[in-house]
């Protein structure tokens, strides 16, 4: 028995992520668990489709066993990112291997950008640059390019060779013994390209938004199933269905709340309330841009605003594992983390999670104003306490 991890998102499941997970198998794994952001996902923006019917679709399409990531990670910076999901597959106790994606596809040449970019960030030299108002990513860049060469310092520009990056640290960090395995990625993050019928989610999406009907051969069957049965049920969301509830928050915000915010620093709040006059989010977000915050920075802040995320929900590893969806093998890795002595609890209800201690308590209660709020955003308004109706998906094999 092989257990392998993969941290995703699967906004939608595409034929991409179906290479993964076979190249996964191809390495060994005879289990794979999935963490897997919920509604929200990390470059600030909501799931096209709700956290269950992305689960069973993954379930359907190799993953064994799904689980969900607290809404504070899975809307969160790289590190952040990575520190909660691989914190969840450590504290499972019976995790053999990290599998994930990379447009350099080299472990070793990856290992070393992780320990350049801690030399790097010990610089002093960092803190000038970003007084100089750089971005934290951008003044690492610079600092990497200047005593790394171009080589090393190019693979933090690629989104999935940050996040890989990032996963590396985090099982450093944590200390655990998973063994990293990473995928070549065909096709970069964000790219328009189509290569062996593989493209980037973000693709997917422009080509759904533009609806073309040929983005079907882009993705297993289960997913555009899912999205059809989606679509027509009025059950697609959009981030613009948010416009409004989102200037109100900016709008009522105060210098409080916002500094509250995880990514709120170096004055990014007196910014964000000089904008409170916009009337529609292209204008505040042209209010408030500079070369400092990238736009997906600035929209994880405002969800953070809308939802009440705040830094203490991030200081700590998620409390809990929330079941999304599983079949057989899937019931085999969860007597496998018993066994091995798991130390995070793992269920199929959030209200059971929720008695489990107060940090539980308090991030249950964040997943299901998350999940309420979703709601908004769907093309046809969805009742405010789906996170606690919802049946998880038991799929056969």
Known sequence: MKI??????????????????????????????????????????????????????????????????????????????????????????????????????????????????NECAARPELEELLKLGHSYPKALHILLRQNYGDGLSALFDTPNNVLAIEYLRAIGNLQNDMQPFTVKRLVAHDSTIIADDQTSASHVRMMLATNKKDYERLVPAATAQSIRNCAAAGNIAKFINLERTLLYCLRTATPQQLLASPEVAQGLENKILASRNATSLDAMFDAIKSKRYTMARLRRIMLHILLGIRREHIETAPPYARILALNERGSEILTAAKKAGSTIPCATSLAKLAECNDSAASMAELEAKATAIYGLALNKVAPADADYRAKIAMVKE
């Open 4 to 117: 392998s991890g993969i941290i995703c998102e699967y906004n939608p499941f595409h034929n991409g992520h179906l290479h993964h997970i076979r190249e996964t198998r191809k390495n060994g794994a005879t289990h794979i668990v999935a963490v897997m952001s919920g509604n929200f996902v990390q470059r600030g923006d909501v799931a096209m489709m709700d956290k269950f019917t992305r689960a069973k679709v993954a379930a359907s399409c190799g993953a064994d066993l799904v689980l969900e990531l607290p809404v504070p990670f899975a809307l969160g910076a790289a590190e952040v990112f990575a520190k909660g999901a691989v914190s969840i597959l450590a504290n499972l106790g019976c995790v053999d291997e990290l599998s994930f994606g990379s447009e350099c596809g080299d472990i070793a040449t990856l290992q070393k950008a992780v320990e350049a970019s």
